[in-house]
């Protein structure tokens, strides 16, 4: 990406930035960059490690004196993740900040496994085919299996005969089935090997899977995503590793990964804490919680979404303004629009007045004044579609995700916009969550692992629509 000012070292990004409410787009164009003192890069990067305390200013107003930020920008990994650039990113990082990227990759890889999930279960079931193979028996059990739906899933692999190439998949899968669920599957094969990785090298993606003939001499080619599961566990294990020795390593893992779990987790994974943690800005930096209240209210959310609010509503800024807009026990998605907008006019102000007396030069205005204050109006966008999802609201969670999937630039987060494709496969939506796919492929190879049932899905749904009018 061309022209961001890092110190004297032009870069350019453009971020589109969309306020939706009622279909309205409003575009922004935004340039980071941020000016140096000879004394800011003299600082050691452990300066990015203060801990914020409890009662204190978001991370868009507390990092925006050039001192504060300066460590930040300097470093070569987060300028590979402001720029989009995750693989780059997780070689380039270390200590905290590394951790936090493997956490985030977790998540995604988790979600697209969620959207491979719901892909296959619908394309072999509401759209089933007399000709589908008898191995797609294998991959339906598997959905049901990530999807939490066990027996469904037991039931199906009991059915299936013998079969050399899915043998020892079908066995690994069936002794973990047998057991009581309360420590995740020891797996191994699936075409996933850590050969070559190390904890600032993912594995590579093994494009090799499956092949089976068909009695037309055409061969059945579906994916394996249980390498999906595998990866995700593999960054998570990186940042245990990491933080093994951090006072706070296991619960922030635990917080940080709850929004983000697949359903059949739910069996062996404990649950979070609700201690708010003392974290550096090394977790906040060009993210979506505020603040560790933020963070752990989200984690809050998944097992007891009104409770978490009730809970949290007067520790958290992102709950507080999610609970003045609940009516009826119902969150209403224009009410967050307008909060979130107040609340991106605040951190611009709050910007404006910390940095009324520092000379225009040595900084970055674009940056402060309008790229910050946009995390804090997406940050409630994104909270509240969790919010909503888990608040029995689908079509308004649906709302708010196509909302915030219209973010660009720094503001464009991949493990959100997994989610929603997950969310969208789910409800036999295909075609933005194939233009997912294509988009974050070449940064995230393995989700083109989704993209087999995802493809095969969208044929069927174009067979079975009804044309709206005459056609040619």
Known sequence: MDGVVFFGVQYQCTIMNIIKQSL????????????????????????SKVEA???????????????????????VGWQSYYNRNFQDSIRGAKEITLARFHLEHSALYRQSLLMYAHATKNLYTQYKSDDDPIQSQYFLAMSHIFLGEFKQGKTLLDGLGEEPVLNESISQWKTWLKTDKKAAPALNGFFFSTEGAGINNPPSWNE???????????????SEGTGLWLLAQWHEEQARTILKDVSYGEEVVGQWLSPWRLPFEASFSSSPTKKVLSLA????????YLDGTDLAFSAAIPSDARGALKEFSQKSTLAREIQKC???????PECLVDGGMALEESVRKENKEQTKDIPIEQLNAELLYETFPSFA?????????IFALHNDQHRDSGILQLMVREASGPLRDPVFLTFFSAWEAGNNSTLRAQDLVHELSSEFNPLQTARVPLDFLHIRLGRNAVPSGASH
């Open 326 to 332: 609940v009516q009826d026990e119902k969150v209403n």
């Open 281 to 288: 800005d090394d977790w906040f930096l060009f993210g979506f």
């Open 208 to 222: 090799e899977t499956y092949a089976f003939s068909l009695p037309s001499g055409s061969f059945y080619e579906p």
């Open 377 to 385: 109006r997406y940050s409630l966008l994104r909270m509240g579609a």
């Open 24 to 47: 309205l787009i409003c575009v922004l164009s935004v340039v980071f960059g941020c000016g140096s003192s000879e004394e800011a890069a003299k600082e050691e990067k452990s300066s």
């Open 53 to 75: 305390e409890k009662g204190s200013s978001f991370w868009m107003t507390r990092l925006a004196p050039p001192e504060k930020l300066n460590p930040f920008v300097q470093d």
